[in-house]
Structure formats: C-alpha cells, structure tokens
C-alpha cells in the first residue's frame, strides 16, 4: 500500500523483504498529514502467497487502528460505522476490505416479485 508500483518499490515478485524506508504507505502518509488511520480486513487478504505477504500481515501495512478478522459485509460495514462514531476522528483515511466481492461466487435469488 505505497500507491506505487513494484518498478518504483523494487519487489516485483513480493519476497518477505521489507520496503525501502525512504518509500512510505499511505498509512505513514495519511498520518504525517494528521489523519486518523484505519484497516479493515479479513485473513483471507494474504492467503495466496501467504509466505511472501508475511511482511505486509505482520506490518498491517501501517495503519494506527486494525481490526483483522473475518466478517460478513453487513457487519464489517457496522464495524467501520462504530469505529467513526468512537473516533470521531477530525480526518480518517480508511481502508475497507469486504470479502464477498471474491470467490467462491454464489448466485442470490432475485427479488422479482
């Protein structure tokens, strides 16, 4: 989450290597700025390639305030609603990650009535 690409960061194939320090996220960013920072986001975010993404998980790449689980869209919508009500952060970056959007897709039944 450097909002570069991996010709500028240098880690093409994402080795458990640590990013350049003179390379910021946009967490660090967002924060110099005085914004509140915030991820939300399921496990499942680094399971393919889990090994190389280790860095990124053990880092949460940045952010002030994480919650890291697994939940269903509704909830996770609820959570982030709470965490700004709580906050009240004058400023918030916030990064929200829902997991329904991914695979394994599944059909709903249409509300054609």
Do not use: C
């Amino acid at each position: 989450m450097t909002g570069t690409t991996a010709r500028t960061h240098g880690d093409r194939l994402f080795v458990n290597k640590p990013m350049p320090e003179n390379l910021p996220t946009l967490a660090q960013v967002f924060r110099r700025e005085r914004y509140k920072t915030a991820a939300f986001f399921p496990p499942s975010a680094f399971y393919i390639d889990h090994d190389r993404l280790r860095a990124f998980e053990q880092s949460a790449y940045d952010f002030e305030y994480v919650k890291y689980e697994f939940l269903p869209a509704p909830a996770r919508t609820d959570q982030v609603i709470r965490f700004l009500e709580s906050e009240r952060p004058e400023r918030a970056f916030v990064w929200v990650h829902y997991f329904e959007p991914h695979e394994p897709y599944q059909l709903h039944p249409r509300d054609d009535a």
